[in-house]
């Protein structure tokens, strides 16, 4: 049963049992996203009282118990980041981290718009947790609707025992890698929105001199669930390895596009056929622009960081773009990688020269407009971009070009003997910024 | 072990002269290094690539201590 | 104290630092535009630039300090790093202390490369290129062995090598190959709204 709201599609899986303890229960069944709404649904958030120096142990063994890994594409153990910043010396900041760059991706806006005051719980239960005096919402700055939800929110909350700790909203260029969290805090600290080096992640990210912790909204929805239900709760849903429910954008050839609540383990298949695609299946863009082709046949694969790695797929951000039957896969990963090229920060010679040249090679692919050398140049190039600039960018595009070529082989072969397929020239199922890069252009 | 600072380097290419044991150059002139341990004998001129790097990215670690332009 | 051999080590000096500051401004827009080869590599004019300017700023320095020391003619310690504070030739030795100013600046980020933004470090020693014609016209307008000409012939070569080597540095440092940014094409949205920088 789907509802949909002005923009981003919500929709309901009735699978998952017991919509009480789920991030988009209370949305299904009040329609509101209020205080009043959120409190009568989940009951007041359980923060600690001031001085309760057991609680940050208790809530982090709960976060730790429950199994929560991050939903902002590195799916890192959330009580991990937790502990490395309650140690960290001087004031702290949480982040809350609700760029959402991926431009196939609505869920973090959905959490924002739909269930602000569960992440915003999120946020005030992690800043207890580490001792924390400041908490950013960080929000696209193209993203009106979402920021004017956090706002509204906020101001609800403010000055209440749910807000111990204030809470500011920002909003940062709505760039791709603007909502990497080393670009998210250099961004914050007066610099841009460009990721750093970290050679080693041992240190936390600061913001000025205060260690700081970026969490993608879900993941602080998600701890807000657990600090309530408890960790049993959040384990009652998804598998053992991948425990609780996850939000995923199901988007491309589907006649249902929206954000779905599913638990994870359950197939990609049912997931995907849950949307109503408009054709038979060919593959499914996983995990995002930087993430991995799924073919078809792979569509029973469980929908969980394991199992989807095994077939060559990525949770990611939650993404799944589906491709149709009659459409061609050459062409909309050259769209991809184009867009791609255009959002790097610019800051590293094999990413900004690297990115535009394998766009330029699955442009030519696309067109049909090959030399004998193309494909083998294409390997050579993802090959150099592979892991050598500062962040996972150049990464990303080299494994979602790496798994185009896999997964539509025999596509690849004929686009490259100057025989395009006879669907290059149909219209992109990519998101309007992105469909609408032309052949001509690449 | 050699790290390059992806950000600071500008393909000035003279860790590759002087290395070419160890670094070779992508087509847009940025250094590729080998992984693992630098071996003795070269020790000394992957010293001096760090030394005279003008972007300080080539960098060179022992464990966890960042070796630079210091020895 | 006062004597001719002051003199000719004034302008000795200074004529060496001519030549030698154009050396070192030649190597350095050979390495900065990356016109290196394996038999000339960039480490080693690098390294070559780097030594020839310690030089030059030697020589200069025993240029400033005999024409200082020569009571001959009234030139003050002030004047060395102020301009126009000097009652001989004021003008002339005025230009004189820009270039050493400029050049004091270039030597002093230089010798804290590492320590100052690069951008910093980059829009100093660009000022180099300003410090020519004030050391230039300095040159000309002291006047003393400008009328020889050998020295006419080899100022006039001076000025030609700087002046080709700044126009050739000016054209590649401007060229698309340097300027990675605008290798990124710039993508509009459909509504035709530009895509907005990552910085503030």
């Known amino acids: 049963m789907a509802t949909a709201t002005t923009d981003s599609t919500i929709t309901t899986d009735r699978a998952v049992p017991g919509d009480r303890s789920t991030l988009l229960g209370g949305w299904r069944a009040r329609h509101r996203a209020d205080l009043a709404s959120h409190l009568a649904h989940h009951g007041a958030p359980p923060l600690p009282r001031p001085g309760d120096h057991a609680w940050p142990p208790r809530l982090a063994a709960a976060v730790e118990a429950s199994g929560l890994t991050g939903r902002g594409g590195a799916s890192f153990p959330s009580v991990t980041k937790l502990r490395l910043l309650a140690s960290a010396p001087g004031r702290r900041t949480v982040v809350v981290n609700g760029m959402e760059g991926e431009p196939a991706s609505a869920k973090d806006k959905t959490l924002l718009r739909c269930a602000p005051h569960l992440v915003l719980d999120g946020a005030e239960l992690a800043a207890c947790a580490v001792g924390a005096s400041r908490i950013v919402v960080c929000v696209a700055d193209g993203d009106h609707h979402s920021a004017d939800a956090v706002v509204r929110a906020v101001a609800e909350r403010a000055g209440t025992a749910l807000a111990p700790v204030t809470v500011e909203v920002k909003r940062p260029p709505g760039r791709y890698v603007a909502g990497e969290e080393s670009a998210l805090v250099s961004w914050l600290d007066g610099g841009p929105a460009a990721p750093g080096w970290r050679p080693d992640k041992g240190h936390s990210l600061t913001i000025g001199r205060r260690a700081t912790l970026v969490h993608n909204t879900e993941t602080l929805a998600h701890l807000a669930l657990v600090a309530r239900y408890g960790p049993e709760s959040f384990r009652s849903r998804g598998v053992p390895d991948a425990p609780g429910t996850t939000l995923v954008t199901v988007t491309g050839a589907v006649e249902h596009a929206g954000v779905y609540e599913v638990a994870m383990g359950r197939s990609l298949g049912d997931i995907v056929h849950g949307a109503r695609p408009t054709d038979e299946v060919a593959a499914v863009l996983t995990g995002g622009f930087g993430g991995s082709w799924v073919p078809a046949a792979a569509l029973a694969t469980p929908y969980a960081p394991g199992p989807l790695a095994a077939v060559g797929g990525v949770v990611g951000a939650g993404v799944l773009v589906v491709l149709a039957r009659r459409a061609c896969g050459i062409a909309e990963t050259a769209r991809v990688a184009r867009y791609m090229a255009g959002e790097s920060a610019g800051q590293c010679g094999p990413c900004v020269f690297g990115l535009p040249a394998v766009a330029d090679d699955l442009g030519q692919l696309w067109r049909g407009t090959v030399d004998g050398g193309v494909l083998a140049r294409l390997e050579a190039r993802l090959t150099a971009v592979d892991g050598r600039g500062a962040c996972r960018h150049p990464d990303g595009v080299a494994r979602m070009a790496r798994s185009a070529l896999r997964v539509f082989t025999a596509d690849a072969a004929a686009h490259a003997s100057g025989r395009p397929c006879a669907f290059a020239r149909q219209p992109s199922v990519l998101p309007a910024t992105v469909g609408a890069i032309k052949a001509g252009t690449t | ?71 | 104290m006062s004597s001719p051999v002051l003199w000719y080590a004034t302008r000795a000096t200074g004529l060496m630092s001519l030549v030698l500051l154009t050396a070192t401004t030649l190597l350095g827009v050979i390495t900065a535009n990356r016109a290196t080869s394996a038999r000339w590599p960039g480490f080693s004019l690098q390294d070559l630039h780097r030594r020839l300017s310690v030089l030059a700023l030697a020589f200069l320095a025993g240029h400033i300090l005999t024409s200082v020391v020569d009571t001959y003619v009234n030139i003050g310690w002030t004047s060395i790093v102020v301009p126009l504070a000097s009652s001989y030739k004021r003008v002339w030795v005025a230009l004189g202390s820009i270039g050493i100013d400029l050049l004091l600046a270039v030597a002093v980020t230089s010798f804290l490369r590492h320590k100052i933004r690069a951008r910093t470090w980059r829009a100093v020693h660009w000022l180099a290129y300003l410090s020519w014609p004030a050391a230039l016209s300095h040159a000309f307008g002291m006047g003393t062995d400008m009328r020889q000409g050998w020295v006419i012939v080899l100022s006039a070569l001076c000025v030609a090598v700087v002046a080709g080597a700044g126009l050739w540095r000016l054209a590649v440092s401007t060229s698309r190959r340097r300027n990675a940014l605008t290798l990124i094409p710039v993508h509009h949205r459909p509504d035709g709204v530009p895509v907005k920088p990552l910085s503030a």
């Open chain 2, 1 to 71: 072990m050699i790290k390059v600072n992806p950000v600071a380097c500008t393909a000035y290419g003279y860790c590759a002269e002087l290395l070419p044991e160890l670094v070779t150059l992508d087509e847009w002139g940025y250094p590729i290094v080998e992984r693992g341990a630098v071996p003795p004998h070269l020790v000394e001129l992957a010293r001096r690539a760090a030394k005279d790097c003008p972007r300080r990215a080539f960098l060179l670690r022992q464990a966890a201590t960042e070796v630079g332009s210091s020895t």
